[in-house]
Each structure stands twice: as C-alpha cells, then as structure tokens.
C-alpha cells in the first residue's frame, strides 16, 4: 500500500491523520545515519544522513553538524554539505575545528577536509587510485589509506600498469593457486586493499608509500589501523601470508613505521582473531579485542591490554561474559566502554582498566557508534519500533538526551505493534528468552495467526533492534504475532550457550523452538498455533529445511532464504572454510564430522510442508544451488513450492525495489497457508 504522499501533504497541512500500518514501501522511506562520531574536544557532534524520500520526498545523502554547546531551544544543527555525491568515512582533525571525508566530486574516491570556520572543502589526496579508507595522525603530518594494489607492487604506478594490462587481455580467463578464489559476492581479482602513508604537510598528497608490498593479503579495514602516540608507527590488523587462509581465523596485530620496513607482530602468541588496536591517550597502552580459539569466528571477543613500556599484558574483566563489540578509552584512561550483546539487547558497560570490574552505563535497545569525550557519551541506539538516532548520556549513565530525531514525520505516521521479552524452559531445561511482537491493531478478543521467525548466525539474536531487512513490525502490520526465539547458540547469554549450538546444529536449538512455539501458544491465547508459518535466512533457512525433515507438521508452510539444505556440497562451494570446520567437526571427509549427521537433504523423503525458496546468485557464502537443491526436492515430490530467485543480490536483499518484491513475495506465501 503506497500512501507516503499523502502522509506527506496532510502532515505539511497540519492535517490530523490517524496513524498507519508499516508497508515495505514506507520501510523503504526511513532516514539513515552513518559515520555518527564526537569531536576530541566534546563539543560537536558530526555525521551522515542519508534520506528516504519520506518528507518533503528528499533522498538526499550529506553531512550534519550538531553544536552541543548550545541549548536546545537554540538551532544547534547545521547542515555542512550539499553536493550530489555522498561523503563518507567521516573524521575528526584532532583540534576540532574541520573534518575529513571521502567523496568521489573529482571523479575518483579521494580525501577532502572541511573548515568548520566556512568555505569550501578541501581535497587533500589526488591518487591515482581510489581511496578505500583513511586515518589522519594526531599532528596532522600523516595519513594512513587504505588502496587496492597489485601485491609486490612498491609503487602506485605498477598497480595503474597492472590494471592497464587487465583492461587490454583478450580472454576472460581468472586463475587462481590457492583459495579464497571469491568471497561474501566478489570473485578475487588479484588486488588486495593494503596499508600506505603519506605526507600530509606538504601540500596535496599525488603519491603513497606501501608498508606491505611484499604481501599478498588485506588489512583487515582502516576501522583496525591506528598511529601510535608519537604518530611515528602504525599498527593494524591482518592475516599472515599463507596458504591456509580460507580456514583460520588468525588475524594478528603489526607494528610496523611509517617509513616501512619490518612488521613486528604484536600477538604472535595468539593463534586466535586479534583486532581492533587503539592506544589510550596517554600512549601508555594499546587496547585490543581478542578470541582464545582458532577458528571460532564466534568466540568470545575479551578485551585486553598491553602496557607498551613494560611488555606486560593483561585481560580486562576476564570473568565478564559477553563479547566485546566496539569499545572507547574513558577522558582519564581509568576506564574503558564498550558495547556487547545482552539478553536481547546491546548494552553499554564500563570496565575499569585498574581492576576490571565491570558497570552497566546503558542498556535498552541496540546502542553502537560509541564515542566518548570531555564529560559525555555520544551513541545511536534503535529499538524494535523505533528507527537509529543519536543519544547522548553523562559518563555515569544519568541524563539520557535525545540528539537527532531525523524520523520524527516517518514514526508520526506509523502504528507499530507492541512488543515484550518473554523466556520459557529450553533445551536442557535452561532458559532461553524471545521477542513477542503484537499485531499492529491488536484485539485481545481476535485470534491472529503466527509469523515465527528464525534468525541466522547461527551465532546471531533478533533481539532489540530495527533492521529494514528482517523487520518483525512488516510482519505485525499484516496482522500477525510475530514470535522470534533466541535458541541454543544465540549471542549474548554468555559464551557457552553461544558455543552450544557448534557440533549441534539440529538438536537443541530445534528443541528450543518447538518448547518456544509451545510456550507462546499456551500463554498467549490470542495466538492461532494452528495458523502458523516459519520462516528464516542462512542458518534459519537451514532451520526450515530441518524442520521440513523433523517436525513436518508443525507449521502450515515454510519460507527459506538462503537456507543451507546439502551440507556436503555446502561445504565444497563456500568460501570462509573455517566456518564448517569448527561448527560441524573438521573437513567435509572428516570421521565423525556432522555434514550427513544434520544433513536436511538425508531427510529430504519426509518433507511435506508447502514452502517458499529464496535466493541471491551473487551469495558465495550460501550458493544458490543450495536453495535450488531445496526447490528441486519440492517439485520432485509435488509439494506445492515457489522458487525466487534475484540475480543482482548476495547473502542479503539490498535493493529497495527488490526489497518490495521480497516482502510481497512472502507476504503472499504467509497470507495463503494462514488467512484462507
């Protein structure tokens, strides 16, 4: 139902207007925020919107500025660009007084910097390359790009040959001697995004120098490079060079000079993911993010501290059992805040850096792009009926504020369902919580049929949050429960109920959503059980391929994105091998590995239940022919099924219009099987 325009000209009119149900076209309007971040000295507040084209139809993508140091009641935000391209990667001078950014407006992605005294911006670089990403050291004298070259090239000029060389070769052969050959939805090209500096006091920066030239690997993204107090060395996250590297998880962290030369590994001694370095703002320590167990890509991310005099290291809050998501040092480096998963939501903490004991500073909905300076603690924070703005709280957790309400017209216009967390007895008589989202216009005298939703991850949650992609408040505006279980294996109850699910695949975690299923039904009455449908993505398509196999008529149809449904031949076509290997017991030829145990196509003759089939051909991380295996087992059985398949989209629906098509295509699925 489109009515975005009328919304529109009645709110602009003054028009009271009663409030509507969530359609994907509205969904499709919501205002975003990107590159959310606080100046050094606290006083502004920075970031990127971009538009939906909700109200006045604007779809727009520029930078805003708040002044914190103005009352509300003054106009404390300021619009910094207007130009058609988009500016992103948007960083603080050290001083406070411009910003940095990249946008493409001299025809390639290159750095510019904007005075907040007035003017135009300024471009800094001039490559003849595209700048992937950057940092700019405190003094202002260095840059660090990230660059896409060819490995064993010194220079950017050999890069600009070799891909000369590419553009001129009359067949389209790719060849490769080792994997990754492709990952996530690209097919490596030889090229590699690899760690450069350059002058930055010295007028426009033409030329970079590469400190990893020898190396045929990536860095793991500038959001893992830092300088060193003495702006003098980086330090940055990567994987070795080798051969191995489809099936470890052994990022390390270097320190190398800016002028090159060796690379001193920082975490040789950890064979697990190291990442994320910042140095506090004295240089006493470098603070970084650590997992214990190779190949564990969900293992606990504890944080830990290296004392750069001495060479001593230390593990903060060794006993606080949740993942590190992101992390700031406190103004006086006493303490160090973090975000992480947290019973259905993601909270802030702060940790001592003394003694590690651990306070919870904030905790409702999902909060991230964490900054902290002065006295203040600026984040975004969304909610399952309310879109990302910004925030701002004292360091203490009091006087909650409301920076930026960018949604404010979208969210007048809506009617979203009411939500609540409930918990219940899972597998292994352990409580397992889940989210319960009424219909839009809820009735306690209706029954109303089932959506039961099932998250990815499988290490994931749909927990507290607004996500245009899985939205559970689409579901509730067509009149539906909305139930989504965090089973066996979700993050955010503590590492071993994250680790339950490895070498499990099939047991608990179905366990967990046929008790859930059970307990929603019983102690929601409203609820028609005998009207219900499934339906999930990567691990919750698997899930619906499982079910289709152990619990046959448990619901009245099944809806599968990109759900594994041939393990073995999974195994063979993805691309991160160190996924499989520690969740299903080691290599697909492996005795004793789990690939037949919790194969959904070793039960493909028990199959009944109607079911959708959805898939990308860009998804390299679950290949289409997995959703075509699943459809093809549908048909040869003569169980009514429909396959859709999108050939410009990977693991995720990204287009706005594909997006509409998705949500139709479901919403039909559902409304035959539950309101005929």
């Known amino acids: 139902m489109k009515y975005s325009a009328l919304l529109v000209s009645l709110l602009l ?25 606080l100046s050094p000295d606290g006083r502004y507040v920075a970031y990127g919107q971009t538009n939906g084209g909700f109200s006045p139809a604007d779809t727009s993508s520029d930078l805003y500025l708040i002044d914190l140091a103005k009352s509300e009641q003054q106009n404390r935000l300021t619009r910094l660009t207007q130009s058609k391209g988009r500016e992103h990667q948007l960083q603080w001078s050290a001083q406070s007084d411009s910003v940095y950014f990249i946008t493409d407006r001299s025809g390639s992605a290159q750095v510019w910097q904007l005075s907040l005294a007035g003017g135009e911006a300024l471009q800094i670089t001039d490559l003849p390359l595209p700048v992937t990403g950057f940092i700019v050291s405190a003094d202002a004298k260095q840059i660090a ?29 790719m060849a490769y001697d080792q994997l990754m050959v492709r990952h996530w939805d690209t097919w490596l090209d030889g090229y590699r995004n690899q760690l450069h500096v350059a002058a930055l006091d010295k007028g426009l920066v033409t030329a970079a120098r590469n ?22 060395r980086l330090v940055f996250s990567a994987k070795i060079p080798a051969a191995d590297q489809a099936w470890h998880t052994n990022f390390d962290i270097f320190m190398v000079s ?8 920082l975490t040789a001694a950890n064979p697990a993911w190291d990442a994320a370095p910042t140095f506090s703002a004295d240089g006493r320590f470098m603070a970084y993010k650590a997992m214990q167990r190779p190949q564990a890509e969900a293992d606990r991310f504890s944080l830990m501290l290296l004392d750069m005099v001495t060479g001593q290291r230390k593990e903060l809050a060794a006993e606080f059992d949740r993942s590190i998501i992101e992390y700031k040092f406190g103004p006086d480096n006493r303490s160090i805040y973090v975000t992480t998963q947290d019973v259905g939501q993601r909270s802030i903490y702060a940790i001592s850096t003394s003694f590690g004991d651990v306070r919870k500073v904030f905790g409702e909905g999902t909060a991230g792009s964490l900054h902290i300076a002065a006295d203040k603690l600026v984040f975004t924070n969304h909610k399952l009926d309310f879109p990302t703005e910004v925030f701002q709280l004292n360091l203490d ?4 504020r409301q920076l930026t309400d960018i949604n404010a017209d979208w969210r007048n216009a809506v009617q979203f369902g009411d939500y609540e967390q409930f918990s219940f007895s899972g597998a292994n008589e352990e409580t397992v919580y889940g989210y319960l989202v009424k219909p839009w216009d809820f009735d306690a005298k209706k029954k109303y049929p089932m959506a039961f939703l099932v998250h990815g991850g499988p290490q994931g949650s749909f927990g507290n949050m607004f996500n245009v992609r899985w939205n559970a408040q689409m579901y509730a505006a067509q009149g539906y429960a909305v139930v989504m279980v965090d089973f066996h294996g979700s993050t955010g109850y503590g590492q071993a109920f994250t680790d339950s699910i490895s070498r499990d695949w099939g047991d608990k975690p179905l366990q967990d959503l046929q008790k859930g299923f059970a307990h929603i039904v019983k102690t929601q009455p409203w609820i028609d059980g005998d009207r219900a449908c499934a339906l999930g993505a990567s691990y919750g398509g698997y899930m619906m391929n499982w079910i289709a196999g152990n619990w046959p008529t448990g619901f009245n149809c099944l809806i599968n994105h990109a759900g594994l449904y041939d393990m073995p031949s999974f195994y063979g076509s993805t691309e991160e091998l160190w996924f499989p290997e520690r969740d299903l017991g080691g290599p697909v030829w492996q005795e004793g590995s789990d690939y037949q145990k919790f194969n959904p196509a070793a039960l493909a003759d028990k199959w009944q239940t109607p079911m959708l089939v959805i898939h990308g051909l860009k998804d390299y991380r679950v290949p289409y022919a997995q959703g075509l295996g699943a459809f093809t087992n549908l048909q040869r059985k003569g169980i009514d099924s429909r396959l859709v398949i999108f050939p410009d989209e990977n693991h995720w629906i990204l287009n706005k219009d594909n997006r509409v098509r998705w949500y139709n ?3 039909q699925w559902l409304d035959k099987y539950t309101k005929q």
């Open 258 to 265: 800016i002028n090159g030369g060796e690379k001193q590994n």
């Open 13 to 37: 009119s003054g028009t009271a207007l009663a409030k509507a149900p969530l359609s994907v076209e509205h969904l499709n309007q919501v205002n975003n925020l990107y590159d959310v971040t």
């Open 397 to 400: 957790g009091t006087e909650l």
């Open 211 to 232: 400190l990893m030239p020898e190396w045929d690997t990536d860095i793991a993204g500038m959001a893992e490079v830092a300088f060193s107090p003495d702006n003098q």
């Open 665 to 667: 295509e479901v919403f």
């Open 145 to 173: 790009l990230s660059l896409s070259v060819k490995p064993g090239c010194e220079t950017l000029a050999c890069t600009v040959a070799a891909k000369h060389a590419d553009s001129t070769k009359k067949d389209s052969a």
